[in-house]
């Protein structure tokens, strides 16, 4: 019997992508177009520059991964697109070139939420993953702990009350002169990557403030890490200007990045690991650009190994923004509830909730 293929599209920031899957679960083609290298001078993503250069890419990514995959477009049976939470504009071009597709084909559309995608990413990397598992999702915008009963049936049981962490990774980054990406920066130099690392820093070198919340609430907040961070690189940019001392010169670069991602990393491990206790769940994964990060991944590796957990982790390519997660969820979407969240009538929504 022939496979049933999806093709999924995903441009909800700076990434175009599109990729097949077969049955789900099984990546034939993952093509991604970054435009981290034009935002970079901008020290952040420029919405109006990423739809423009969305435009641009989203027909050769459609064509590359369809041709990768050995098809064409008579051979899909699905089109899974994201149409939110994201950049209004960046959103609508993928949208757009959906809808053209499925208008053309009649191949049926689906519309997928883009952290539903991120949690799906885990089902690729692990053909034998099936639910309840608990996710911990991190991204630039997003910072959840899901519980993952089955497939398209979440609860979120933990969320950041301010920002997201891939967010304050972002800002510190920027704060500290690395610049953009942030979270990747800070992940490289903490390691003794270039331009600033010599050696791996000391994650406990600097003392960074973690917060918990009284209530018992396993939620999130980075404002006051953040804070602590602005606040140590004012008083070594005081020192520069009463010493005449370069401020590259007097801040050791391994030791407060890796000082910093670990007080972010401990909190997101802790919260993680007491939902899953709470929760009687022996299966966690985690998802979003920041479960890229290897110091949140080498921290997990080791308490789910100390605590007794079967943890599952992405590789890195599946950890931020491709489409592959969103075909992947796209089909489980349509297989099991077969409503489709689509038609000529899906519209983008730039801030979509998650359950
Ligand atoms: O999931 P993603 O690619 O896009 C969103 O949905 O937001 O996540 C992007 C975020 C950015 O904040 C980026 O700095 C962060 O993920 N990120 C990382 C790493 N790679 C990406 N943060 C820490 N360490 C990394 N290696
Ligand atoms: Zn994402």
Redesign the pocket.
């Known amino acids: 019997m022939k496979p049933f293929l999806c093709l999924g599209i995903e441009s909800s920031?700076d990434e175009t992508a599109a990729s097949v899957v077969e049955q789900g679960r099984l990546i034939r083609s993952n093509i991604i177009a970054s435009q981290i290298d034009l935002h970079k001078q901008y020290g952040g993503v420029v919405p109006e520059i990423a739809s423009r250069m969305h435009v641009e890419a989203v027909l050769p990514v459609i064509d590359d991964a369809l041709q990768e995959a050995g098809c064409t477009l008579e051979d899909i049976d699905l089109i899974a697109v994201t149409y939110g939470p994201g950049l209004v504009g960046a959103l609508l071009v993928g949208l757009c070139a959906a809808k053209g597709l499925a208008a053309v084909s009649g191949i049926p559309l689906i519309g997928v939420n883009?952290i539903e995608g991120?949690i799906a990413a885990n089902l690729i990397a692990n053909p034998e993953l099936e639910p309840p598992f608990l996710c911990l999702v991190v991204?630039?915008?997003h910072s959840h702990i899901v519980m993952v009963n089955d497939y398209n049936n979440y609860e979120v049981i933990a969320r950041t009350r301010d920002d997201a962490a891939?967010?304050a990774?972002?800002k510190i980054a920027r704060a500290c002169g690395l610049g953009y990406?942030?979270?990747?920066l800070?992940?490289k130099v903490s390691q003794g990557g270039d331009p600033y690392g010599s050696r791996v820093g000391d994650p406990y070198a600097i003392h960074f403030p973690k917060t918990n919340f009284p209530d018992g609430s396993l939620d999130f907040s980075f404002s006051g890490v953040k804070t602590a961070a602005l606040n140590y690189l004012n008083k070594i940019e005081m020192q520069s200007r009463l010493t005449g001392q370069l401020f590259k010169e007097i801040i050791d670069y391994p030791d407060f990045t890796a000082s910093f991602q670990q007080a972010i990393v401990d909190v997101l491990a802790d919260h993680t690991f007491k939902a899953a206790e709470k929760y009687k769940i022996t299966k966690i994964c985690i998802a979003?650009?920041?479960s890229?990060?290897r110091a949140l991944r080498k921290t997990m590796n080791e308490k789910a190994d100390m605590l007794g957990f079967t943890l599952f982790v992405p590789p890195p390519v599946l950890c931020?923004?491709n489409a592959a997660m969103i075909a992947c969820a796209g089909y489980y979407s349509y297989i099991n509830r077969k409503t489709s969240t689509g038609g000529m009538d899906l519209n983008a929504c730039p801030s979509l909730g998650f359950e």
């Open positions: 920031c883009h991120h991204s630039g915008g891939g967010e990774f972002d990406p942030g979270g990747p800070i992940d979003g650009g920041v890229a990060n931020t923004d």
